[in-house]
């Protein structure tokens, strides 16, 4: 423990330790060190008081790294104390505790010069009186001690504050600081779900792999209610089959989007989004709109199916029931979550936890979504126009906007079918989704597309 840092008390002397009671303070003695310099060697035995076993006959005591020959003092540092009385002994020099122009302290003095009101008892002795000294060597004494004492107190606050700088905290074991800017997002930032069934597999899931799967195949991950030999040859460890029914039931399809989100919980990336196996995904124009969010913001992302809120009743305790109403991102044309709101939904969401939620609000599972995150974390749907299903009119988008969409799909709406508009070229008897047809407008480097 270091002796940098010392306090200054008052003591009272003993009966014979003050000389000239009757009020003479002898001068000054030139041959006294001023204060701060080195003095003979330090005794041992200053944890006591009085002058204990070792004390220096000269009256000298060490504090800090100086020495102070002091009638009637007592030098005070911290954790360790010690106090001689030296009759005959001269008051210090020192020009800190002498100076005339010295400010004194704003506390107050009331009573008589009581060292009680300058500082704490943990620093200083309390009932401390200075008897014996005339009254100009008191006011000396104290402005002396006044700018000690604030000395003192601001090498204390200079301490304190600096262990609060960015330089003097320190980093918790096993933490790494937050870096002050996110990387940038990049595709193989984003976890992409695609769910579908056995029924599928064949008519819509290997069109996907043909086109803009064969982009993405390293973040995309195809979720089904059956094992296939042929698709598991191209996806690998990415075709996940799961215990869920292949029923188009509340059930089954909530018990697949929670497998999803789970998946996407422990593959540790940053953004989830689910499609369709009816949808096509363009990536460029996925990660350009995912990187227009911040990684500070709660992000839900995608196109409502109505034009109002959906409404559902939630159980309440007591066999009663509360109204709610609350946006959601069809399924249909895709949406998209990032990672920071996706572990504020867990409770709701993981696990077995998400089929019990749908089953509460008896929806389906993209309303399930918009429920836990509007209704239960009190945040929003961010409607983006990129996304499409095929419950729009898909020939409303010109050839020229077609690149700038996140997702399209295909499918029959009222009789017809419900496909974008799209010359060449496969012709519509070749690509009746016209799927092949943007992809080869959108990457015409593919090895299938005419030249």
């Not at 497998?259 to 540790?268: H, I, N, R, V």
Request: aromatic share 8%.
């Amino acid at each position: 423990m270091g002796y940098g840092r010392f306090c200054v008390v008052p003591t009272p002397t003993a009966a014979a330790g003050l000389p000239g009671a009757a009020g003479a303070v002898p001068s000054a003695s030139p041959q006294q060190p001023p204060l701060g310099l080195p003095g003979p060697a330090r005794p041992s035995g200053c944890a006591g008081s009085g002058a204990g076993p070792g004390a220096p006959e000269s009256g000298w005591e060490q504090a800090g790294s100086g020495r102070e020959q002091v009638e009637g003092w007592r030098w005070q540092r911290r954790g360790c104390r010690g106090s001689a009385s030296l009759p005959g002994a001269p008051a210090p020099t020192s020009p800190l505790l002498a100076a005339p122009d010295a400010p004194l302290l704003p506390f107050a003095l009331a009573g008589g010069p009581h060292l009680t009101s300058l500082a704490s008892p943990s620093c200083w002795d309390s009932g401390a009186e200075l008897s014996g000294v005339p009254g100009p060597m008191q006011c000396r004494l104290l402005r002396g001690l006044a700018l000690l004492t604030l000395l003192c107190m601001g090498l204390v606050s200079l301490r304190y504050h600096s262990s609060l700088s960015p330089q003097g905290m320190q980093e918790p074991p096993g933490l790494s600081p937050p870096s002050p800017l996110s990387p940038e997002l990049r595709l193989h930032d984003v976890f992409i779900a695609v769910k579908t069934t056995r029924a599928f597999h064949r008519s819509r899931l290997e069109l996907l792999l043909d086109t803009w799967v064969s982009r993405t195949r390293e973040q995309t991950f195809v979720f089904t209610d059956s094992p296939d030999e042929g698709l598991q040859e191209r996806l690998g460890s990415h075709l996940m089959v799961t215990n869920c029914s292949a029923e188009h039931s509340h059930p089954a399809l909530s018990c697949k989007m929670a497998a999803e989100f789970d998946t996407f919980l422990a593959s540790g990336l940053r953004w989830f989004c689910h499609v369709d196996d009816d949808n096509y995904v363009n990536p460029r124009a996925l990660l350009r709109l995912l990187k227009t969010f911040p990684q500070t913001r709660d992000v839900y992302l995608g196109r409502p199916s109505l034009n109002r809120p959906i409404r559902a009743s939630e159980p309440r305790p007591h066999n009663r029931t509360r109204q709610v109403q609350f946006w959601f991102a069809t399924g249909g044309a895709g949406f998209c979550i990032n990672r920071k709101l996706a572990l504020k939904m867990a409770p709701w969401a993981s696990g077995s936890r998400f089929v019990e939620t749908s089953a509460l609000i008896r929806l389906p599972d993209d309303c399930t979504v918009g429920y836990i995150v509007e209704c239960k974390l009190r945040g929003h749907l961010q409607p983006s126009p990129l996304f499409h299903s095929h419950l729009e009119t898909l020939q409303l988008l010109g050839a020229a906007q077609l690149p700038e969409q996140v997702t399209l799909s295909y499918g029959v709406f009222e009789g017809k079918l419900n496909v974008i508009k799209l010359q060449g070229p496969f012709s519509p008897e070749e690509d009746p989704s016209r799927f092949r047809s943007l992809h080869c407008l959108l990457y015409p480097d593919t090895p299938w597309c005419p030249s």
